[in-house]
């Protein structure tokens, strides 16, 4: 049984706890307060989503009062979805990181009791559920490691959203209409999303690699594939160097490497930006080999090869 001096201890160490919770849960946004009333500010906007506001628009005779209400209408529900999107991102950074630092200082705090009445095995217990939570909660929130990607996919993604929009309202209603850029305004809302997001992360990973094959192929040629035969025994041979020999090896086509046309340089040289081809003979061995497929295959390239490792193998 706990003397009342230790259920002093615990009453002061489960008040020091709770306090630090508090301080933890605190929210940390990353941003700043806004002074505008935001809740009034849709609520106001709201009529701009009524159900028969298309019917309201397709009422109008006048063009000019199409174009005006086409205009208000649009602007008012870009708004609303800017007002969305900003407490959206304020969601994914606040709540994320308030959870974070709370439950670190309700470690602390649970850890710190433990220490004040000698190791509760309540306290323990506590602090191992809280434990397994947040690395439960981690797992559930991996995104929160590409937070700043995803954030950034999204506002590219709006901006890019924005452009048909702004130019369909330079034009008059009739080339403009306001059913249109309802479906252009709803396209600006999907950007602003995580799956929207990831969207465009995949497309653009999907381009860059297709111009990356693009330019892997510009050696790939019938003519490139006619001449495999002379290539394969020096691949063979590069494939046997010890790394001493493929440093030696490395070093003796370095001159040789100016010679060559400027997509066989930019290759090289994007493989190994740094020379470490010069310096470790593993890294020379692996560019070799990257280097010498995708090399030239006449007489006088190949005979370069041949001289460097006839040199190498010597040693």
């Known amino acids: 049984m706990p003397t009342r001096c230790m259920k002093g201890r615990i009453w002061y160490a ?41 019917t309201q628009y397709d009422a109008l005779v006048d063009a000019n009062a199409r174009r005006q209400f086409r205009d208000r209408v649009v602007y008012a529900q870009l708004r609303a979805y800017d007002i969305n999107f900003k407490r959206f991102q304020k969601a994914l950074t606040g709540d994320r990181n308030a959870f974070g630092v709370g439950t670190d200082w309700i470690l602390l705090g649970l ?25 439960s909660v981690d797992k559930e929130l991996f995104y929160q ?15 890019a959203a924005l452009v048909p929009i702004e130019q369909g309202l330079s034009k008059p209603d009739a080339e403009y209409s306001l059913h249109k850029a309802l479906a252009d305004v709803s396209t600006y809302d999907r950007a602003g999303s995580i799956p929207g997001a990831i969207n465009a992360i995949v497309k653009d990973a999907g381009a860059k ?15 490139f594939a006619k001449s495999l035969h002379l290539v394969l025994p020096v691949q063979a041979r590069l494939k046997a160097l010890t790394l001493s020999q493929a440093l030696a090896v490395a070093k003796a086509m370095e001159p040789n490497l100016p010679k060559r046309t400027k997509e066989v340089r930019d290759f090289v040289n994007g493989l190994d930006p740094t020379g470490e081809r010069l310096k470790s003979g593993e890294a020379a061995k692996q560019l070799l080999l990257a280097w010498q497929i995708n090399d030239a295959r006449d007489a006088a390239s190949i005979k370069e090869w041949t001289d460097a490792l006839d040199a190498a193998e010597k040693q």
């Open 14 to 54: 489960m008040v020091a706890l709770l306090s630090l919770a508090a301080i933890g849960c605190a929210p940390l946004s990353g941003y700043p307060r806004d002074p505008n009333d935001l809740d009034a500010e849709l609520a106001a906007l709201q009529t701009y989503f009524s159900p028969d506001i298309r």
């Open 111 to 135: 850890n710190a009791a433990g220490a004040a009445t000698g190791g509760s095995a309540a306290l323990s217990a506590a602090s191992a559920g809280i434990v397994g939570a947040k690395g």
């Open 145 to 159: 490691k590409t937070l700043p990607a995803l954030l950034a996919a999204m506002e590219a993604s709006r901006t």
């Open 209 to 223: 690699g297709n111009a990356a094959e693009a330019e892997l192929k510009f050696a790939r040629t019938a003519e």
